[in-house]
C-alpha cells in the first residue's frame, strides 16, 4: 500500500482560517462541525428513506463501471430504494448507487440542510451516494474542477486522496479522470510505480464533513453501508471555464471511442498510463 498521512480534522474554524490553511494551499480537511446544525443529520436515517422513497426505481452500478463496450458507465440492474437500502444496511455488497440528483428527485429534502459559508461559490446543485459495506468507489478526480464537500450519514467511510501532480504515479488513464488501481489491494508487478505515490487518508463518521479540493484524486472505500451527501462549490469563473472545456472534451472523446474501439480503446489507455508511469518513477529513481 502506498504511504498514507492522516488528514487533519477541525471544528470551531473560521473562514479567513479555513482560506489560509486549506483553500489556498489546496489541502483536504474534515469538518467535525460544518453540518452541525442540519436536520439531515439527524432526519435522514435508513429508515426515513425507505418510509418516504421506498418505492423509487433507481440504478445500480458495481465493479463492472469501467469495463468497455456497451455497458461502459452505465447501470448493471435496477432496484427498489428500499430493497437496496436494506441491503446496504444489514450486509456487504458491490453494489452502488451514485451521483443521484437527488434535490430533483425530491426538492423537500434542500430544507433538511444549508449551504455552507465557509467559502464563496457554492452551487446549486447537489449529489447523493450510496454504497453497501465492502464496496468502492474507483480513482478518480472530478473534472469539473470544483471542490466538493462531502458529508457523511450514518455510519462510517474512508476516502484515500492524492494530488494532481501524482497522476502519472496513479496510472493515469488518458482522455478520463479515472485510474484502474486498486488503491488498498494494488497489484505492484502491474503497477509498479505505485509505491512511489503518496496519499492521505480520511475517516468521515456520520456527520463529519470531507473538503476535497479541486482536481485531487480520491479513492472512495465504505468501511460500512452508508450514504454521503456532495456539495460542489466553485469561486472562479476561470476554472468553472476549464471545467466545462473537460467535461466536453473528455466525455465525448472517450465515451465515443470506447463506442468505436471498445477492448482496442482500452488497451491503448492502458498502454499509455503504463509508459507514463514508468517515466515518472524513473524520473523519481533519478533524483
Known amino acids: 500500500m502506498s504511504n498514507f498521512n492522516l488528514v487533519d480534522k477541525v471544528e470551531n474554524i473560521t473562514k ?19 453540518a452541525k446544525n442540519w436536520r439531515a443529520t439527524t432526519k435522514w436515517t435508513f429508515d426515513f428513506f425507505k418510509e418516504n422513497y421506498g418505492d423509487w426505481e433507481i440504478p445500480m ?7 468497455p463496450g456497451n455497458g461502459y ?4 440492474s435496477h432496484k427498489k430504494f428500499r430493497d437496496y437500502l436494506n441491503i446496504i444496511e444489514t450486509k ?6 451514485h451521483n443521484f440528483q437527488i434535490m430533483k428527485r425530491a426538492p423537500e429534502l434542500a430544507k433538511d440542510y444549508e449551504t455552507p459559508t465557509i467559502m464563496n461559490g457554492f452551487l446549486k446543485f ?8 465492502g464496496s468502492a468507489l474507483n480513482l478518480h478526480y ?3 474542477c470544483s471542490h466538493v464537500f462531502l458529508t457523511h450519514f450514518q455510519t462510517q467511510k474512508k476516502v484515500y486522496l492524492f494530488p494532481q501532480e501524482q497522476s502519472q504515479l496513479l496510472y493515469k488513464l488518458p482522455y478520463t479522470n479515472h485510474s484502474h488501481l486498486d488503491v488498498l489491494n494494488p497489484d505492484y508487478n502491474k503497477y509498479p510505480a505505485y509505491k512511489y505515490a503518496k496519499g492521505i487518508e480520511a475517516t468521515i463518521e456520520h456527520g463529519e464533513t470531507l473538503f476535497i479540493p ?20 466553485n469561486n472562479s469563473l476561470k476554472t468553472k471555464a476549464k471545467g466545462l472545456s473537460n467535461l466536453v472534451r473528455l466525455f465525448t472523446v472517450d465515451n465515443g471511442m470506447n463506442y468505436l474501439a471498445g477492448e482496442k480503446w482500452k488497451h491503448y489507455k492502458d498502454q499509455k498510463a503504463e509508459e507514463n508511469a514508468i517515466k515518472a518513477m524513473q524520473e523519481i529513481k533519478s533524483v
Open 73 to 76: 458507465m452505465k447501470p448493471v
Open 126 to 133: 447537489a449529489l447523493m451516494f450510496f454504497g453497501g459495506k
Open 214 to 233: 479541486k482536481l485531487w484524486w480520491h479513492y472512495v472505500y465504505y468501511s460500512k453501508g452508508g450514504y454521503s451527501l456532495a456539495l460542489r462549490a
Open 16 to 34: 479567513k482560517e479555513f482560506k489560509e490553511r486549506y483553500l489556498s494551499t489546496n489541502t483536504p480537511v474534515i469538518f467535525k462541525d460544518l
Open 92 to 97: 456487504p455488497t458491490s453494489l452502488r448507487f
Open 61 to 67: 452500478y458495481d465493479d463492472s463501471y469501467h469495463n
Open 142 to 144: 472530478d473534472i469539473d
